[in-house]
């Protein structure tokens, strides 16, 4: 009976430890539990009313008619370890500042350079503002806004 409850009482402490393995470090989508982002995807020239942005440059879509706005932020990076967000906030008006990681700890990434979107919500403005104005880790990047 002794061996019955410790070898029941190794599975649990197992099972245990599996289970909390992947919620420390990632979100339910893959992305580490820092990202802001609601939703990532890799983007493709067939993605309707998107143009991607030539290799290496960032771009940030602003889309007024999903309740609330978003603002959909591609970079160009890993395929396995994509740039993610981790805030968004009002520094002026109308101009949002993202700031970015790509910590993901002892993670192997691949060196590969592809298109990443990350799609985040953008925070209420005081003054009820459009965003005119993105900078992206201290640089300013080009907006788009989607065609209500």
């Not at 909390?20 to 339910?28: H, I, L, Q, S």
């Not at 993605?47 to 889309?63: H, I, M, T, V, Y």
């Amino acid at each position: 009976m002794r061996a019955q409850n410790a070898l029941a009482s190794v599975a649990l402490l197992m099972l245990a430890s599996t289970a909390a393995c992947g919620t420390e470090t990632e979100a339910d989508d893959g992305l580490p539990a820092g990202s802001i982002a609601i939703k990532s995807y890799a983007p493709t020239e067939t993605d309707p009313g998107f143009e991607l942005p030539k290799s290496g440059e960032n771009l940030a879509q602003a889309d007024y008619s999903a309740m609330p706005a978003t603002l959909t932020l591609i970079t160009w990076g890993s395929s396995t370890c994509p740039e993610y967000p981790t805030s968004v906030t009002w520094s002026k008006p109308t101009t949002l500042v993202i700031a970015t990681s790509t910590d993901y700890g002892d993670a192997a990434c691949t060196m590969d350079l592809v298109p990443n979107a990350m799609v985040v919500e953008i925070p209420p403005s005081q003054d009820h503002n459009r965003v005119e104005a993105v900078i992206l880790n201290g640089e300013e990047i080009e907006l788009n806004e989607v065609a209500e």
